[in-house]
């Protein structure tokens, strides 16, 4: 109210609401690629993969070789084998593959992203002596047949793995070579 007096305002004075028209909102329309005046392979660049230097003209590239499954286009220039593992230019890189297929993400199809991290539990903030809640420990939909034929694990990153079946006191290397004995003799 001050403020408004020091600018020559009374209370007597109302102020005015303009009219304006009803917002419109139109679909949101993606932009992979800015249009060129040139072809994309001999324009300016238009990076899609920071790390690796990856170009749309790459993935255009790609496309007239007739690359078409995602997989096999990013493997072509080594889009998203950075630190960031995809998660920077993978979006981009498969749409602009897309659009250069006339087909649509889901048709193309997407890529398996790959964490550039370990999700951590909440045990691992909260302090020492917490046991099996400090490190979150994965098992594979067979764990409990391994369990039952008396394997001894391993840790593979989160996973338990099953790492060999020991009989009758087998130590680590009679197992092993049973083991591959069995399969080399009978797969």
Not at 5 to 13: L, V, Y
Request: with cysteine.
């Amino acid at each position: 109210v001050e403020a408004a007096k020091a600018a020559g305002f009374t209370a007597a004075q109302r102020a005015v609401a303009p009219q304006v028209a009803e917002a419109v909102e139109g679909a949101l329309q993606p932009l992979w690629l800015v249009g060129s005046r040139e072809a994309a392979a001999r324009g300016p660049k238009q990076f899609v993969d920071f790390q690796n230097d990856v170009s749309a003209a790459d993935i255009l590239l790609a496309a007239r070789e007739g690359f078409e499954s995602v997989e096999h286009v990013k493997r072509y220039p080594a889009m998203g084998f950075g630190t960031d593992q995809g998660k920077l230019g993978n979006i981009n890189g498969m749409a602009i593959l897309a659009q250069a297929l006339g087909k649509t993400i889901p048709e193309t199809g997407t890529t398996t992203f790959r964490p550039n991290y370990t999700p951590v539990s909440f045990g691992t903030f909260a302090g020492r002596e917490l046991g099996d809640f400090l490190d979150p420990i994965r098992k594979t939909c067979v764990h409990e047949w391994h369990v039952e034929h008396g394997a001894l694990f391993e840790d593979v990153g989160n996973w338990k793995r099953p790492w060999y079946f020991p009989k009758n006191g087998e130590d680590l290397h009679a197992a092993v070579k049973r083991e591959c004995l069995a399969v080399r003799n009978s797969v």
